[in-house]
């Protein structure tokens, strides 16, 4: 029977939906994992490792054993501030990191043979007994590459400039310009004693699965003070792009799993209603029922494991076309998919089959014998409410399944919801209110209504189809465009990529001034005043060691702070309210990861020492702002006369473009005690793994698109024998062509009006519900999306039926109703 269904060209639809929706569904799967491992392979660049354990004392030494017997790559680095000396008379405080030979595991150093000179990679930091200074200190210290500097006891040779460090992101406010050396030389200088303030690291790199096993069983060995630290934590923005890139490829494999179902459920429809005067046939000699559920269940199951077997194919040929056009754009090559898409990919053919192609497969038996004789016997191929909740609680296993996100399935199928109530309400509505414009109405306009009229429940069941599908498309559009966007808006071309602190308030002038002739924006200078936060409430904090020792949260630290009379830019009021301007009051505004770590609320009261001077003022006020913005951002804001007898320095920020880096050299001589801190080259990189994310959520998105052209052709094949019977009868009595064409123009057309409204109103929705719970983003409304869905819609649908429907105008009618 499968033979003879396929030269009959029976099987054509159902079989093409089947191999494209296991091809899309276990390819996107594939290509989304290798692509996340590729992604998450870069963004370790960004700690030097894929794990990372540090603390403020000595780790053990046998963490780094037990790695090694794991297979994994280990490296040691520690980082602590010290002077440097060029001579008698130069000297300067500088962040001294000292790696050993196998530092950086992940990313490169960048590295040039002058300070300021052509940035070269390199894939190891300097020899025993040489250094790289960051360009920085090359004036201030008035060396040049090939002279000795002092670090403590050990005289060490200048054989470079340090221009960038993989996890130089980590923290960026250090205790002065970088000076790299090699981890040997450390004990020569004398410098690290007991009671040195040292940042000791571990790093860890290696195969996912022994630096998982190995991070379960260091997590078991962490002692308070000591930490483990992956990229979310090295660099915010960064984890938060992937998780908001990892949540938009898991919502287009799920909607690629609804459009697949809808497929082959319009697929299986018909062809269960062209096989309904065949199985007449059968039970007319003889057959029973059972008979034909066996004989249908089996030919389904054959045909579902061809299609399994060639969906995975196209699964696994798309996503090897993927990575072939996409690995000039990969810093690696990623690591294979694995089996479980194409496992993916096979529960969703055989899900779909039993959920949506069996029930009316299965109504077949029902066929009654008497439609060899009469044909007017209606079809039983009606859907009991039955059939649609095993196909939605399906279509939700499979997705959640997928996903593995709660929240983001609850959206999807919200937004299908709101489609389907609002589509049958609305389509029922108006295309029987169509009754009177239709008697009135010219010969084309005429038939086209009198078609909408005569198969209105149908036809309101194609609008919610096909809205359903535009839907789906219309919400990964919006969403794409609102990550792509927000990513512009957080790194655009002109972000500041320097900053200076440490400009004292008789440099001020002179600093705009330089940056000004140099022609050189830069943001407004801020004060910053650094004080030690002693208590809370009149409450003592713990020092850092007994906080450490106790295993608490809360202790006692340094913090920057500032004075405005004025709300800053970019800043957003959660809480409470803003003083007054010129206020003399002591109050404080606290940034609101600040005011969460210690516990703070509206009315709590902070005691500061700044130097030798108290300070206390109460919290009116808590703010939210972006960190990830490039500009000066503090926890905590003062009213400027409450601050007004402080010591204070001011910093800011700036964009200098590559070509005009040498205006750092003359501008370090001009302003030695200034710091200069460069952020050009963690903006590269970070600008780098979004360009890729981006690129691949474009991928992803032109496959989605082109599977919800298969559900959109499925939808209207679904209906295209009743149009092509009554267009052949019209033609058989002389109606033209134009009339013809004419009348499926206006009913496919109106179709996809409704379908292309329903589908904007439901995708708004959709997107906002996905936008404000799922993926933490500020919900906007899309004006522009109004045009596109409805006038998309209705060229998408009409283009499509009139295709579909063009050989009743170019072959006899005779032949037509033949084939039908």
């Known amino acids: 029977m499968l033979a003879r269904d396929w030269r009959g060209g029976e099987l054509g639809v159902l079989i093409l939906a089947l191999v494209l929706a296991v091809g899309v569904v276990s390819g996107i799967s594939a290509f989304t994992s290798r692509l996340q491992n590729a992604l998450e392979m870069e963004s370790h660049r960004f700690l030097a490792a894929d794990l990372v354990a540090r603390s403020g004392r000595q780790l053990p030494a046998e963490w780094l054993d037990e790695a090694s017997t794991r297979d994994l ?44 000179a052509e940035v070269q990679q390199r894939e190891r930091g300097p020899l025993a007994g040489e250094v790289w200074l960051d360009s920085r200190l090359f004036p201030l210290l008035g060396v040049r590459v090939g002279d000795m500097v002092d670090v403590g006891d050990a005289s060490l040779k200048v054989s470079g400039a340090v221009r960038s ?80 890139a990892e949540s938009f490829l898991l919502l287009a494999g799920s909607l690629g799993v609804v459009l697949a179902g809808v497929a082959i459920a319009l697929a299986a429809r018909r062809f269960s209603e062209r096989h309904n005067d065949y199985v007449a046939v059968m039970k007319s000699l003889g057959a029973t029922s059972g008979v034909i559920n066996r004989l249908y269940g089996k030919s389904l199951f054959l045909l579902g494991a061809l299609a399994t077997a060639l969906g995975c194919l196209l699964g696994w040929s798309i996503q090897t076309l993927f990575f072939t056009l996409f690995a000039d754009q990969l810093p690696v090559q990623p690591a294979p998919s694995g089996a479980r898409p194409y496992l993916i990919g096979a529960a969703t053919s055989l899900t779909c089959l039993l959920s949506f192609a069996w029930p009316p497969l299965r109504r077949l038996g029902q066929a009654s014998p008497l439609r060899v004789l009469r044909k007017d016997i209606p079809l039983h191929s009606g859907r009991t409410l039955g059939d649609y909740l095993l196909g939605l609680t399906a279509v939700s296993l499979l997705m959640l399944w997928y996903s593995g996100d709660w929240k983001l399935t609850l959206a999807v199928l919200a937004g299908l919801a709101i489609t389907v109530g609002l589509g049958m309400l609305l389509a029922l509505t108006l295309l029987r209110g169509g009754r009177q414009l239709g008697m009135s109405a010219g010969s084309i306009w005429r038939l086209a209504l009198a078609g909408l009229q005569r198969r209105g429940t149908a036809n309101a069941l194609q609008v919610v189809i096909f809205a359903m599908a535009i ?109 007054e301007s010129d206020s003399d009051e002591a109050v404080v505004s606290v940034e609101s990861g600040f005011a969460e770590r210690f516990e703070l609320s509206i009315g709590d009261e902070l005691s500061l020492l700044v130097g030798s001077q108290p300070l206390t003022a109460k919290v009116t006020s808590i703010r939210e702002l972006d960190w990830q913005s490039m500009r000066p951002n503090f926890f905590l804001i003062f009213p400027p006369k409450l601050l ?33 801190i460069e952020m050009d080259m963690v903006i590269d990189q970070i600008r780098s793994i979004i360009d890729q994310v981006s690129a691949a959520i474009e991928l992803v998105l032109f496959v989605i698109l082109a599977t919800g052209g298969l559900v959109l052709v499925a939808g209207v094949q679904a209906s295209v024998d009743a149009r092509m019977h009554e267009s052949s009868i019209l033609r058989a009595l002389g109606a033209s062509r134009r009339l013809i064409l004419g009348g499926l123009w206006i009913e496919f057309a109106a179709l996809g009006f409704f379908a292309g409204l329903l589908a904007v109103i439901a995708a708004e929705m959709s997107v906002a519900i996905l936008q404000l719970w799922v993926m933490d983003m500020h919900y906007v409304p899309s004006p522009w999306l109004w045009p596109l869905g409805i006038f998309g819609g209705v060229a998408l649908i009409a283009g499509l039926g009139v295709w579909s429907c063009r050989r009743v105008v170019s072959h006899p009618p005779v032949a037509v109703l033949r084939e039908l």
């Open 73 to 116: 790559d280990v490296a040691t680095v520690l980082t602590f501030p010290s002077m440097v000396y060029a001579g008698d008379e130069a000297m300067q405080l500088a962040s001294v990191k000292a790696a050993s030979d196998a530092y950086p595991l992940r990313g490169e150093l960048g590295f040039s043979n002058d300070a300021f």
């Open 471 to 579: 839907m789906l498309l219309l919400m990964l559009v919006l969403v794409r465009t609102s990550l792509v966007d927000e990513w512009q808006m957080q790194l655009p071309d002109d972000a500041p990529n320097h900053f200076m602190i440490n400009i004292g308030p008789d440099d001020m002038q002179a600093v705009d001034q330089t940056l000004r002739q140099a022609d050189i924006h830069s943001e407004a200078l801020y004060a910053m005043i650094r004080g030690r936060m002693m208590a809370i409430n009149e409450e003592t904090l713990p020092t850092w060691e007994e906080a450490e020792a106790a295993g608490h949260e809360r202790h006692q630290r340094e913090a920057n702070f500032t004075w405005s009379e004025s709300l800053p830019a970019e800043n957003t009021l959660l809480e409470g309210v803003w003083w």
């Open 165 to 244: 460090e993989p996890d130089q992101a980590v923290g960026m406010y250090g205790y002065g310009p970088r000076l790299l050396m090699h981890y040997s030389d450390i004990n020569a200088t004398g410098v690290i004693q007991p009671g040195s303030r040292v940042s000791y690291r571990q790093l860890y790199a290696g195969d996912a699965a022994s630096l998982a096993s190995y991070k379960t069983w260091l997590e078991a060995q962490l002692a308070p003070g000591q930490r483990l630290i992956d990229v979310s934590d090295g660099q915010p923005g960064v984890g938060e792009a992937l998780a908001r």
């Open 644 to 676: 007004a007898n402080y010591p204070a320095t001011f910093m800011t920020s700036f964009h200098l473009a590559p070509e005009n880096k040498l205006f750092l050299n003359q501008f370090i001589r001009e302003f030695p005690t200034v710091t200069v």
